[in-house]
């Protein structure tokens, strides 16, 4: 089984910067993929960012384009999200999860194993 934790949510004001990570453990080895999602109230969670562990293979919600970047730690075993630009509009639960080979990256339903999440808040 895969355990993840994430940090580095936070309240930040519009056009700020934060960064999470998401620190992972247990059988990594199952791990193809990462993902972070975010999901606001009264909403849906939705697909962020994805990274293979093996490396390319990023992807990006087309509302973070630009602003965001993920990255990973394969020594450490840890992804990151790099927020810039932040709005109000992504106030929301920021989540990591991970999926194994072959399913699809944009659907939660994907995905293995999840982080507890960690809250950001843009203020305007």
């Known amino acids: 089984q895969v355990q993840l934790v994430e940090s580095g949510g936070g309240l930040v004001q519009a056009g700020g910067s934060l960064r999470l990570s998401c620190a992972a453990s247990g059988r990594t080895f199952s791990m193809y993929a990462m993902g972070w999602f975010r999901q606001a109230p009264g909403k849906e969670r939705e697909f962020v960012a994805s990274i293979r562990w093996s490396g390319g293979s990023i992807y990006y919600a087309d509302s973070v384009k630009g602003r965001f970047t993920i990255s990973r730690d394969n020594a450490k075993n840890t992804v990151y999200l790099q927020m810039n630009s932040l709005n109000p509009e992504d106030t929301a639960v920021y989540y990591c999860?991970?999926?194994?080979?072959?399913?699809?990256?944009?659907?939660?339903?994907?995905?293995?194993?999840w982080g507890q999440g960690t809250q950001v808040t843009v203020s305007s």
């Open positions: 999860a991970s999926r194994k080979q072959g399913r699809n990256t944009y659907t939660a339903e994907s995905y293995d194993a």
